[in-house]
């Protein structure tokens, strides 16, 4: 299993970035994909999941940190997940990483056996 995360850079606050992450080596149209967050210091935390449908039918859910301003999204025949991330602030600075398991989408990191490897965001004020 492969998850290749990309889109990371530097912005200013109030800009936006949109993350990529292209999963390969297992049935991506069961999977249920999710983004987390690692800032220096911090513990992992979730920042939102989608359950296996392809676009709007996909159930999704997100931090109360980052509702409204982000938005997850997928494509099943490209095997991709996004997330769009709007109105950034210094304090969603962090390493993301998209995760992907069968079943559910989870808001607990534990229940995510795949990684990638993540990409950094870096907010200035």
């Known amino acids: 299993v492969q998850l290749q995360a990309s889109g990371g850079g530097l912005v200013q606050a109030g800009g936006s970035l949109r993350l990529s992450c292209v999963v390969s080596?297992?049935?991506?149209?069961?999977?249920?994909m999710g983004w987390f967050r690692q800032a220096p210091g911090k513990e992992r935390e979730f920042v939102a999941t989608i359950n296996w449908r392809n676009w709007s039918g996909g159930a999704t859910f997100y931090a109360d940190s980052v509702k409204g301003r982000f938005s997850i999204s997928r494509n099943n025949v490209k095997n991709t997940v996004w997330l769009q991330m709007n109105s950034l602030k210094p304090e969603d600075t962090a390493v993301y990483y998209c995760?992907?398991?069968?079943?559910?989408?989870?808001?607990?990191?534990?229940?995510?056996?795949?990684w990638g490897q993540g990409t950094v965001v870096t907010v200035s004020s």
């Open positions: 995760a992907a398991r069968q079943g559910i989408p989870s808001r607990d990191y534990l229940d995510y056996p795949d």
């Open positions: 080596g297992l049935t991506f149209s069961t999977t249920a």
